[in-house]
């Protein structure tokens, strides 16, 4: 973990922050200390690896309020492979994105590991997503500048710090490389986001998502551009992570036979969570 963050600085007003910085760091330690049942148990947010707690989420446009969650309770334990799913507009993408701390709940807890999460500095929560999360967001987000290969590199360069990166670049380019690969894409190394297909850039973006080895993969339609043969060869690939790494993974996806390949599934029903089966 980098503790940079905690370098000495001479201003006494910032102690505090930076004492409450260091809590929350320990409390990613204390993540990283804590070991995983070997055995999932379902359904029981004691034992999860990360719970949602009477989640609420609104957003407001202008003086319209639109309710998202409506007091969401959901639970994943290690090494489960869950499936959410329900309409458009339901809020799964808001789900995710609040379960990767992308985004502030309006009430209510997320728990990793046991520690709270959502209420981290930011800076905690860069250094949780970044060494804990992979995320494959439903656009992609790939910076447009960089090549495929260069786009997976750059959880590992933020990871690293820029030094640590150089010194063990060649690793991080092979490891990056090898992801790629997996996902068929080691032709198209150089290439830029806009000289690829939209099921090409949805690849490079589960590499990215792989190549810090997370502990929790939340992944937003990982095969929402990929025809059928591309989306199962996907779905073959996160299941065997899933199976042979005890990758926990998180998946949205509309597609009933997608996520009829996932341990359980839940449906976001009128900003609640059901039980699907
Ligand atoms: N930043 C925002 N500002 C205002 N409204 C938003 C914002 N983000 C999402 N919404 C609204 O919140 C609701 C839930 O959005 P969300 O993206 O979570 O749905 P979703 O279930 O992922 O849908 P889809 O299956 O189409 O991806 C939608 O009605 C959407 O219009
Ligand atoms: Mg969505």
């Given amino acids: 973990m980098t503790h940079s963050v905690l ?10 922050s930076r004492r409450h910085l260091l809590h929350s760091l320990q409390a990613v330690d204390a993540i990283e200390r804590s070991e995983q049942p070997a055995v999932a148990v379902e359904h029981d947010p004691n034992a999860a690896l990360i719970s949602a707690t009477g989640v609420y989420k609104s957003y407001r446009k202008g003086k319209l309020i639109i309710p998202v969650l409506k007091g969401v309770d959901f639970a994943i334990q290690p090494g489960e492979f869950v499936a959410i799913v329900g309409q458009s507009g339901s809020g799964k993408s808001t789900l995710l994105h609040l379960l990767g701390t992308l985004d502030e709940a309006d009430a209510g807890e997320i728990h ?10 930011s800076k905690a929560k860069d250094v949780l997503r970044n ?16 090549s495929t290969l260069e786009n997976v590199l750059v959880p590992s360069m933020i990871g690293q710090g820029i030094l640590g990166y150089w010194w063990s670049r060649h690793h991080h380019v092979r ?3 090898e992801l790629l690969e997996m996902v068929g894409l080691g032709h198209r190394l150089t290439h830029k986001p806009k000289e690829l297909s939209g099921g090409e850039m949805q690849r490079a973006a589960i590499a990215r998502a792989l ?8 992944a937003d ?4 551009n990929l025809d059928r043969q591309s989306g199962t060869e996907v779905m073959r690939m996160l299941r065997c992570l899933n199976r042979e790494q005890n990758l926990t993974i998180i998946m949205v996806t509309h597609d009933s036979t997608i996520a009829g390949m996932a341990d359980r599934t839940v449906r976001l029903v009128e900003g609640l969570v059901e039980r699907v089966g």
């Fill in 175 to 177: 490891r990056a490389t």
């Fill in 221 to 224: 339609e990982p095969t929402g």
């Fill in 7 to 16: 370098s000495p600085q001479s201003h006494p007003s910032r102690s505090a």
């Fill in 131 to 146: 060494k804990y999360f992979g995320m494959i967001f439903q656009f992609y987000h790939l910076l447009p500048e960089l």
């Fill in 112 to 121: 990793f590991e046991g520690n709270r999460i959502d209420n981290l500095p």
């Fill in 211 to 218: 190549v810090s080895a997370p502990q929790l993969l939340l």
